[in-house]
């Protein structure tokens, strides 16, 4: 469970920096859009929104819960789609970064 602490400090950046550049929403997301199958829910809500109502809700649960993690395949993680997503701002660039920890973390998690 090495990598709980330093992924969910990872996870609050994320989020305290999308809330900085106004990527975080206050409004509740529809349960049939969170209830989508498809990869980062690609049809019913942007990346932006997977990550705030998918992906940090279900890694701070398995964190909170001292749970495994997923691992993630080294390039295969989650910077590809931010990449595409976030590609305007100084803010877009900082979350990127923070993504690209996460994908390294997610990498590291299966060799410890």
Aim: charged share 15%; proline share 4%.
């Amino acid at each position: 469970m090495t990598n709980h602490i330093p992924l969910g400090r990872v996870l609050a950046s994320l989020q305290q920096t999308m809330h900085g550049a106004g990527y975080w929403s206050d409004i509740a997301m529809s349960a049939e859009a969170l209830s989508n199958q498809q990869p980062f829910c690609i049809d019913t809500m942007n990346f932006n929104q997977w990550l705030q109502y998918v992906f940090i809700p279900r890694m701070q649960s398995l964190i909170d819960a001292e749970q495994a993690l997923p691992s993630f395949v080294k390039g295969q993680g989650l910077e590809p789609m931010a990449s595409e997503f976030y590609k305007q701002t100084q803010a877009d660039k900082a979350i990127i970064v923070l993504i690209r920890q996460v994908d390294e973390l997610m990498h590291m998690k299966q060799f410890n």
